[in-house]
């Protein structure tokens, strides 16, 4: 029987394993080891290794439950200093995380893989992906990047796209069917929207004023659903059937915990259409702060 639960996939980006101390004092490792030990024996497939200090990379590798059991993925460094660079980065950030290969290397951005760096970049991740590197090559992408085009123009194996119930625009104009009609793999970030949905309306930060009715109005619906914001979040994600992937990011164990009880709850029968979002300023994390 499928669990939603081998969709989820864990990103490392809040590990803050180059932070001294998490809640309560508690050394960072030892809450990235049960962070990890819990996703695994949970199941989660993916884990997404964001850019960390070297020494933070070498605490990962050593907390990483043995056998390895995620599929790893992994970003470039931006290609402006060439492509040996590049290489030379991978090759080490594989070494310091104490495995020979991965599942996944991605370009950082759209806008590195157009810019003039941008052929020989992908011609080295082709290369690296032929001697056994990675399975897989992809990028990840903003909506304004044209994915379907650049799909078209470089054959990723793998996209890595936000979405959420607040930010339905690749869902709703058919980028992400499309791209996965392709043979693309869909992997979903950014589904709490930087914590947008859990930030009460007269909280939200100025420049978001414009959308606080509307994010007030999807939480009235939440809860009238009998829902919570994480619950809805995670289900509405889960249940995109152009997703083979759903990555979060957690800062404890406790919230490791929860997102699990909260995907492998029933996914809430919500009116998903009602709590898109259209103002542009909500919906692109890069010109905001994440409250």
């Known amino acids: 029987m499928f669990s939603p639960i081998s969709k989820l996939g864990l990103g490392s980006g809040q590990f803050g394993l180059d932070q001294q101390a998490g809640a309560r004092g508690r050394p960072r490792d030892a809450e990235a080891r049960e962070i990890l030990a819990i996703a695994a024996r949970s199941g989660l497939g993916v884990l997404e290794v964001?850019?960390?200090?070297?020494s933070a990379e070498i605490t990962l590798g050593q907390v990483l439950p043995k056998p390895q059991p995620f599929k790893l993925t992994v970003t470039t460094v931006r290609p402006d200093r060439g492509a040996d660079l590049v290489e030379a980065e991978i090759r080490g950030q594989l070494a310091r995380l104490g495995v020979s290969s991965v599942d996944a290397i991605l370009a950082p951005s759209a806008t590195d893989l157009f810019s003039a760096h941008g052929p020989e970049l992908w011609d080295r991740l082709r290369k690296l992906r032929d001697e056994g590197l990675c399975r897989q090559i992809g990028v990840s992408v903003y909506a304004s990047d044209d994915p379907v085009g650049l799909a078209r123009r470089f054959k990723p194996d793998l996209v890595q796209a936000p979405a959420s119930l607040l930010d339905q625009r690749m869902l709703?104009?058919?980028?992400?069917?499309?791209?996965?009609g392709m043979g693309v793999e869909i992997h979903l970030r950014s589904i709490f929207l930087n914590g947008l949905l859990f930030l009460p309306p007269d909280r939200a930060p100025h420049h978001l004023k414009a959308a606080a009715g509307r994010i007030s109005r999807a939480r009235r619906l939440i809860a009238e659903g009998r829902s919570d914001p994480l619950q809805a979040a995670l289900g509405f994600a889960l249940s995109r059937p152009e997703a083979s992937c759903v990555l979060v990011g957690v800062a404890s164990a406790a919230e490791m915990s929860a997102v699990v009880a909260a995907a492998m709850s029933p996914p809430p029968e919500l009116d998903w259409d009602e709590m898109a979002l259209d103002d542009p300023d909500a919906l692109d994390p890069r010109a905001w702060a994440a409250a």
């Open 50 to 54: 964001g850019r960390h200090p070297n």
């Open 172 to 180: 709703i104009d058919g980028t992400l069917a499309e791209l996965a």
